[in-house]
T-cell receptor, first 114, second 111 residues
Framework: GAVVSQHPSWVICKSGTSVKIECRSLDFQATTMFWYRQFPKQSLMLMATSNEGSKATYEQGVEKDKFLINHASLTLSTLTVTSAHPEDSSFYIC??????????FGNGTRLTVT | QKEVEQNSGPLSVPEGAIASLNCTYSDRGSQSFFWYRQYSGKSPELIMFIYSNGDKEDGRFTAQLNKASQYVSLLIRDSQPSDSATYLCAVKRSNTGKLIFGQGTTLQVKP
């Protein structure tokens, strides 16, 4: 089945620094990957759609200059949280699908900004 | 109105009982519906998907879809304590293909 790998699984950083999260599709090519964020006891909120070879499309209210997305190949998308602040602390999850099959999720990255 | 609505629960059932989880959605054009299970601190994992009206069974799980009424449900038979988790209903938007999640229903199966 489709496997999505996400790295790192957790990260602690200081306020003002940047953090990069990687998402890889291991056994299929993903022209589109999705990035979600989940705060405690809340549901997954779609942040942006990452398109291979083109700019990401962001959901309303998500700052594109703060959450930089790069989808340089068919198997890798990265999310960089720039100038992180404590309110950016959250669980970030990427997902991808092979063709029209259902989305599969990476294991998520728990970001804590101190 | 939220795009995808679920009762947050918690829904508590005794071990061995049937757990019934419900979800309604607003986009009448949606064609694809999914149920994910999420344990605390973990990423969601796909349980079932359903595209056609009616029932779809997979082991102890049955998904039910009624497009006219815009609801989708998940039945878990012979509930086990290991089924205790948050169950997320997700609907694929008809115009963009993006997957939108409900807030999830917390299920507690008591031994």
């Amino acid at each position: 089945g489709a496997v999505v790998s996400q790295h790192p699984s957790w990260v602690i950083c200081k306020s003002g620094t940047s953090v990069k999260i990687e998402c890889r599709s291991l056994d299929f090519q993903a022209t589109t990957m999705f990035w979600y964020r989940q705060f405690p006891k809340q549901s997954l909120m779609l942040m942006a759609t990452s398109n291979e070879g083109s700019k990401a499309t962001y959901e309303q209210g998500v700052e594109k200059d703060k959450f930089l997305i790069n989808h340089a190949s068919l198997t890798l998308s990265t999310l960089t949280v720039t100038s992180a602040h404590p309110e950016d602390s959250s669980f970030y999850i990427c997902s991808a699908a092979a063709g029209n099959s259902p989305l599969h999720f990476g294991n998520g990255t728990r970001l804590t900004v101190t | 109105q939220k795009e995808v609505e679920q009762n947050s629960g918690p829904l508590s059932v005794p071990e061995g009982a049937i757990a019934s989880l419900n979800c309604t959605y607003s986009d009448r054009g949606s064609q694809s519906f999914f149920w994910y299970r999420q344990y605390s601190g973990k990423s969601p994992e796909l349980i079932m998907f359903i595209y056609s009206n009616g029932d779809k069974e997979d082991g102890r799980f049955t998904a039910q879809l009624n497009k006219a009424s815009q609801y989708v449900s998940l039945l878990i038979r012979d509930s086990q304590p290991s089924d205790s988790a948050t169950y997320l209903c997700a609907v694929k938007r008809s115009n963009t293909g993006k997957l939108i999640f409900g807030q999830g229903t917390t299920l507690q199966v008591k031994p």
